[in-house]
């Protein structure tokens, strides 16, 4: 199992600029979830799927949009880039909503200038 | 007041060291903790899970208090390796999973 991959690793977008950050899990997990991590600061939740075709809203959702049409895939949109989303973007997967363990991607680093 | 609070350090410690790490948090529904480890510039990965009757794994205990909010991590004889940073983490009450991260508290381990 790959786990949970991400891509692109690394990127930069000018202001106003659009993206899209990919996710896949090959766990067949239901829970999905991103977060964007600031320097020095914990993950912040951005927005969350309980299964496909269910997404809902996190702590930090201006700015973002995700879909989750299939269980596997979970991307998160940017649109209108600006500085202050200039982080480190975490995608992760749960097998269940209880307490149970979060695996996570490796992370995009996105720079707005 | 955030949800969950650490100390971010650095700690500093040499080999051999114990050194302790504490958390405490402000949601009362909240059921479950974790602590998760975070290498420099990598993903969290899951270390252990907190459950009030203690969590002992080689080096590692992990401990829940519930009336005082408050969660620890011990690691007896630290090595190198251990270098890193360790977040707190708990988990929000309800069938969502979402979890709440704590700042982190990065040790550094000297030989």
């Known amino acids: 199992n790959a786990g949970v991959t991400q891509t692109p690793k690394f990127r930069i977008l000018k202001i106003g600029q659009s993206m899209t950050l990919q996710c896949t899990q090959d766990m067949n997990h239901n829970y999905m979830y991103w977060y964007r991590q600031d320097p020095g600061m914990g993950l912040k939740l951005i927005y969350y799927s309980v299964g496909a075709g269910i997404t809902d809203k996190g702590e930090v959702p201006n700015g973002y949009n995700v879909s989750r049409s299939t269980t596997e895939d979970f991307p998160l949109r940017l649109e209108l880039a600006a500085p202050s989303q200039t982080s480190v973007y975490f995608c992760a997967s749960g097998k269940s909503g209880g307490a149970d363990t979060q695996y996570f991607g490796p992370g995009t680093r996105l720079t707005v200038l | 007041r955030k949800e969950v609070e650490q100390d971010p350090g650095p700690f500093n410690v040499p080999e051999g060291a114990t050194v302790a790490f504490n958390c405490t948090y402000s949601?009362?529904?909240?059921?479950?903790f974790f602590w998760y480890r975070q290498d420099c510039r990598k993903e969290p990965k899951l270390l252990m899970s907190v459950y009030s009757s203690g969590n002992e794994d080689g080096r590692f205990t992990a401990q829940l208090n519930r009336a005082s909010q408050y969660i620890s991590l011990l690691i007896r004889d630290s090595k190198l390796s251990d270098s890193a940073t360790y977040l707190c983490v708990g988990g929000v009450s309800g069938n969502t999973g979402k979890l709440i991260f704590g700042q982190g508290t990065t040790l550094q381990v000297k030989p």
């Open positions: 949601n009362s529904a909240s059921q479950s």
